[in-house]
C-alpha cells in the first residue's frame, strides 16, 4: 500500500506518519480489503470549497472530501481534508485537533472501503467504526 500525504494551501505537519500508514493500511486489512495508492490532502476551506462547488455542486463547507478510484477489493483515492473544519470540530466537540484528523481520515477510508452516510443508519453505522479504529490506533499515535 503507498500511502501519501500531503498539503494544499496550508503549513501543517503531520507527525509519526509510519504510525499513522500502518494504522491507516490495518484497517484497511479489517474490512477485507487490499491497500493501493491512497492520498490525503490537508487543505483550506477555501480549497475544499472550490471542489465542493466544482466536483460534487455542493455551495457548503466540509470537512473531507474523499475521491474514489478503488477497483474491486483495492482500496485507492484522495481524501481531501479541510483543517480548519477539523479545529472547528474539535473544538466544538471538544477533542483534540489530531484526534479529529484521525477520524475524518478513517471516514475517508471507510468511503473507500463501500461504506455510504446517506442515511442515518448508514451514517450510524459509519460512526461505530470510525469509533471503533480510533480505538484501535497505536498508543504512540494516539499520545501525538
Known amino acids: ?7 494544499e494551501e496550508i ?5 509519526q506518519k509510519t504510525l499513522l500508514r500502518k494504522w491507516i493500511s490495518d484497517s484497511i486489512t ?3 480489503r487490499v491497500g493501493g495508492d491512497l492520498n490525503i490532502i490537508l487543505c483550506s476551506d477555501k480549497h475544499l470549497h472550490q471542489m465542493n462547488v466544482q466536483y460534487l455542486k455542493h455551495d457548503t463547507l466540509t ?12 482500496v485507492s483515492g484522495d481524501i481531501f481534508i479541510s483543517l480548519e473544519r477539523v479545529r472547528e470540530n474539535a473544538k466544538n466537540y471538544n477533542k483534540k485537533t489530531l484526534d479529529e484528523i484521525h477520524r475524518v ?4 477510508v471507510l468511503h473507500l472501503c463501500n461504506y455510504s452516510d446517506k442515511s442515518k443508519s448508514e ?11 480510533l480505538a484501535q490506533r497505536p498508543l504512540k499515535l ?3
Do not use: C, P, W
Open 105 to 108: 481520515i478513517i471516514h475517508g
Open 30 to 32: 479489517a474490512e477485507k
Open 11 to 15: 503549513a501543517y505537519i503531520l507527525r
Open 1 to 7: 500500500m503507498n500511502i501519501h500525504f500531503f498539503n
Open 142 to 144: 494516539k499520545a501525538a
Open 63 to 74: 470537512d473531507v472530501i474523499t475521491f474514489d478510484y478503488s477497483e474491486a477489493k483495492q
Open 123 to 133: 451514517k450510524e453505522k459509519m460512526t461505530l467504526l470510525e469509533n471503533t479504529y
